[in-house]
């Protein structure tokens, strides 16, 4: 009988070692997920920015429409200035150009060969957002007025919901805002995790 309830309270303490063990562990495999997750959106975001900055940079405006960004950067082009020669230190680099010591030319590329040549992933897969089985960033463009001067802006975010949907981060995540570049409300290309 003395064996028995050894063997039982053997198992007891086993057991409670090991729920005391992952419930200590389960935040920290957590905040490990989170990392990882919100690294990835990060990526994507921060290749939304590119693409909206080169579209107003072409353009003068941001797009408010993930399909149209997508066919901006796979069918259009973007001006590259290629400058030839060197400005002397004794010349400004507008009097090299006068006087033909430095050319400059413009030549136009492909959005998609200028802007992602490091892609890992298809400029497709862009307006998805990694971890939410398919859902899409949401994105928007505007104009607003700073001091008489109106000035484009966009937006684009994910929220908690759409990528850790399948985690308990009601209990354990701190950005419940999600994740976001620019703002409609501002002159601002920032992301909030920055």
Sequence with gaps: MKTAIQIVLAIVIVVL???????????????KETSMREARIVERLKDIRTAQVAHR????????????????????????LRATGSVPDTLTEAEAVKLGIVQRDTIWMPAMDTLFVRARYSVDSLTYIPFSGGQRFSLAAA????????????????????????????????????????????????????
Excluded at 17 to 31: K, Q
Excluded at 57 to 80: E, M, P
Excluded at 166 to 174: E, N
């Design 57 to 80: 940079t072409r353009y003068g405006t941001f797009l408010g429409d993930l399909d149209s960004l997508v066919s901006f950067i796979k069918y259009d082009s973007i001006a590259i």
């Design 143 to 194: 104009q607003i007025e700073r001091g008489m001067v109106v000035l484009p802006v966009f937006e684009a975010y994910a929220t908690p919901e759409q990528y850790m949907k399948d985690l308990p981060y009601k209990v354990y995540y701190t950005r419940m805002e999600g994740l976001r570049v620019g703002s409609l409300i501002e002159a601002s290309i920032d992301g909030n995790w920055e």
């Design 17 to 31: 070692g090991y729920l005391i063990y992952d419930s200590i562990m389960e935040p920290v495999r957590f905040n």
